[in-house]
């Protein structure tokens, strides 16, 4: 175990976690570059993971392919490693609109975004700690292979504040303005800064404190940390670290030059399009990019500004740009000094793999209708041979590793062996269609059929045999769910099972996520039984209570009937002793062949472990946490309460000094707020927010 990362260990590596652990240690011993982790459902992949990066002691990249998944990782780490810097970088994007030209209907769409103003935070605090710190793990999705901006020029602009710096309050002040601090006489917030008398206040874009910089002539007299919402003094710092407000960096004395490229680039453009005939678009981006020169050169800023990073951040053409990989530690030699963790690889690896092209295809219709300059190109993510040459040695981690994985990897370990003894599910196969002399098998069937050797039936179809399995499923206290390949199909089986006196529901994308959560409980709960839904069903649902699934239409080869997404559903029975999956097909396709395969080997491997260990496997039992009830019940009670007891004092307030009193309650409300979002308590955050939504209707009313 490294000395760099201190591993909290709630519980010691079971079942074949010893193992994995130890063969992926071997390999990156050996110096291999690729490793994959085999990992089966419910096995305790991240816990694995978390052994290796305490035993290997280097800074350690995990990615995976969207956010909801990197900030479930980031806790997990958080709560294996207390003591060390786990960081969460992905898009700031609330929301995003690529800018884009449809040349068929000739419409432009501008680029529009909502910056999530705390990932922007976060984002910094990741980039800071892999320059200030060695014990680092960044949880980032695949917008790490996006630029961010040179490493070198933020760290070089970094100011290290010391107590008896000389530097007077006006020099100090036009310092943070250049590195992109905004100054308020207002709250300050992250990335903000205010003059008080003889001090600075400012808040460093990573960090929710505020510094109280104080200056006696030209010297920084005293350094004070300060609680912005609560203005406790946490006292006296004889240093602070103030990083740039933004990661994209101009080197002093560079933006002047970066412009006239930037106008030479225009007159060579402007030409070819005029000698192509394109009058209209030569003319637009004359007008477009002289627009973007003025305000760059006037304020230092332009919406669009990224389009121009090759000549701000002084690349040549084609020159690939700086991400987060760049800030992780490198050699003398420039090769890289961290791990990558690669997680739900067979997803997340085809998405690394196709950013380019998107993002190509975008960019060239712009150009070529003359919205953008041809440099535009390079502000880009990276292609994936330029992030196979950034990151150091990887390891995918999957329950169904991809044909890339295997075939790259230097050795693939398997873990497939469940700490609770449980076995991946039995696997039948039943027709899709109606036969009227079904000579088949229907193993382990609710209708007296099991083990029948050449029984001549008539077999209902799909449908109805799905039905007789779910009723016998539920009088035994099961749950069931179906997959089916349309929303339409799911909303429409479910109908059909209520008429069936079957309480069913329907789960899918369109459906909100708060209703999600709601229709999960409600399931779990036994409210009803049986749950219908397409590929929202493959990953991350955690249902032990679900003892039989059915895969309708599973020989219908495709993106929803693949191998790797037939072993995902069957894998969401792997949580019950109890579980069983039927695929339905009248053929069994390629897909079908190599999923059964791979389950009955892992099944056998697990039983084999369980008879040798004398385990007995039992359903995991996994408290049913329904927030919707909170949120509908005390949520809603509390924020009545707390806000009459707070206008008991106004009750005979009116006119303009209600409207005040009001107005300052809404000051002080979203400072409680911010403190509670601070500590990660966001109920009462979300308590706090409704109550001043409730106020700010009152102000409304007031002012008609």
């Known amino acids: 175990m490294s000395d760099t990362f201190k591993l909290h260990n709630p519980f010691q590596p079971a079942g074949d976690q010893p193992e994995a652990i130890k063969e992926l240690m071997q390999g990156l011993e050996k110096g291999f570059k690729k490793q994959t982790l085999l990992g089966a459902t419910a096995t305790g992949k991240t816990f694995t993971m978390a052994n290796v990066i305490a035993k290997i002691g280097k800074p350690t990249l995990v990615i995976t392919h969207n956010k909801t998944l990197a900030a479930q990782l ?32 000739d419409t432009y769409i501008e680029k529009d975004a909502s910056i999530n103003e705390e990932i922007d935070r976060l984002r910094h605090a990741s980039t800071q700690a892999l320059l200030l710190r060695k014990d680092v793990i960044i949880v980032a999705s695949v ?57 600075i206040e400012i808040v460093p874009v990573s960090q929710k404190t505020m510094y109280r910089i104080e200056f006696s002539g030209s010297v920084i007299d005293r350094i004070r940390e300060i609680d912005p919402v609560s ?30 490229n930037i106008e030479h680039e225009l007159e060579d453009r402007v030409r070819e399009l005029v000698a192509e005939g394109k009058l209209l678009e030569a003319e637009r981006l004359k007008r477009r990019t002289r627009y973007d020169i003025s305000m760059i050169r006037e304020i230092g800023y332009t919406n669009g500004i990224e389009n121009y990073s090759r000549y701000l951040s002084g690349r040549a053409a084609g020159e690939a740009p700086d991400t987060l990989l760049s800030y992780f530690p490198h050699n003398t030699n420039g090769n890289p000094e961290f791990l990558t963790i690669i997680d739900e690889s067979h997803v997340t690896v085809p998405q690394i793999h196709a950013m380019y092209a998107g993002d190509k295809a975008r960019k060239k219709n712009l150009i070529e209708h003359g919205f953008r300059l041809p440099s535009a190109l390079d502000n880009r993510p990276l292609q994936f041979h330029e992030f196979e040459e950034r990151v150091g040695q990887q390891v995918y981690v999957s329950a169904t590793p991809g044909v890339f ?7 693939i370990v398997e873990q497939i062996i469940r ?61 069931v769910i179906a ?57 991350g649902l955690d249902m032990p209570e679900v003892s039989f699934i059915g895969v309708l ?6 993106f929803l009937r693949s191998e790797t997404s037939l072993i995902q559903t069957i894998g969401r029975a792997a949580r019950n002793v109890d579980g069983r999956v039927v695929l339905y097909a009248d053929r069994i396709t390629g897909s079908i062949e190599r999923a059964i395969e791979e389950t009955n080997r892992r099944r056998e491997k697990q039983l084999a472990y369980n008879k040798e260990h004398g385990i007995t496997p039992k359903t995991i039992q996994k408290e049913i946490k329904d927030i919707t009830e909170y949120m509908e019940s005390t949520h809603e009670r509390t924020v009545t309460f707390d806000l009459d007891t707070e206008l008991v004092g106004m009750k005979n307030v009116k006119g303009k000094k209600r409207m ?41 009313k007031q002012s008609i």
């Open 143 to 199: 917008s790490c292979i996006y630029g961010l901006g040179s490493p070198g020029e933020y760290e070089k602009q970094n100011m290290c504040i010391d107590v008896g710096n000389k530097i007077s309050r006006t020099d100090f002040v036009r310092k943070i303005i250049s590195v992109h601090y905004s100054r308020t006489n207002a709250d300050v917030t992250s990335g903000e800064f205010r003059v008080v008398g003889n001090a």
């Open 405 to 411: 994985e295997r075939e790259a990897s230097d050795q």
């Open 483 to 539: 997959t089916t390949l349309t929303k339409k199909m799911a909303e429409d089986l479910s109908v059909y099972l209520k008429e069936k006196n079957i309480k069913a529901e329907y789960l899918h994308s369109e459906i909100k996520t708060i209703d999600r959560i709601k229709i999960i409980s409600q399931f779990r709960k036994g409210e009803f039984d049986c749950l219908v839904g397409v590929n929202l069903l493959r990953e």
């Open 660 to 700: 005040s009193a009001l107005k300052k309650l809404i000051v002080k409300k979203e400072k409680e707020m911010n403190s509670s979002v601070k500590i990660l308590d966001f109920e009462s955050a979300a308590i706090l927010r409704d109550e001043i939504r409730a106020i700010e209707m009152m102000l409304e």
């Open 74 to 105: 980031a806790q997990e780490f958080k709560e294996f490693f207390p003591d060390n810097a786990v960081h969460y970088f992905v898009s700031y994007y609330d929301y995003y609109q690529p800018e884009a030209y449809l040349p068929a209907t």
């Open 419 to 479: 700490p609770t003894g449980l076995v991946d599910p039995m696997i039948f196969i039943r027709p899709v269609t109606a036969q009227e002399n079904y000579t088949g098998i229907l193993q382990n069937s609710s209708i007296g059929l099991s083990n029948a050797e050449n029984a001549s039936l008539t077999y209902p179809g799909q449908i109805q045999d799905f039905i007789i399995e779910t009723i016998g499923e539920i009088e035994k206290g099961g749950r």
């Open 553 to 558: 239409d599973a020989d219908k080869e495709g």
């Open 231 to 260: 203005s406790l003094d946490m006292g006296d710092r004889e240093t602070v670290f103030i990083f740039p407000a933004k990661h994209f960096l101009t080197a002093e004395g560079s933006t002047e030059q970066a412009l006239k």
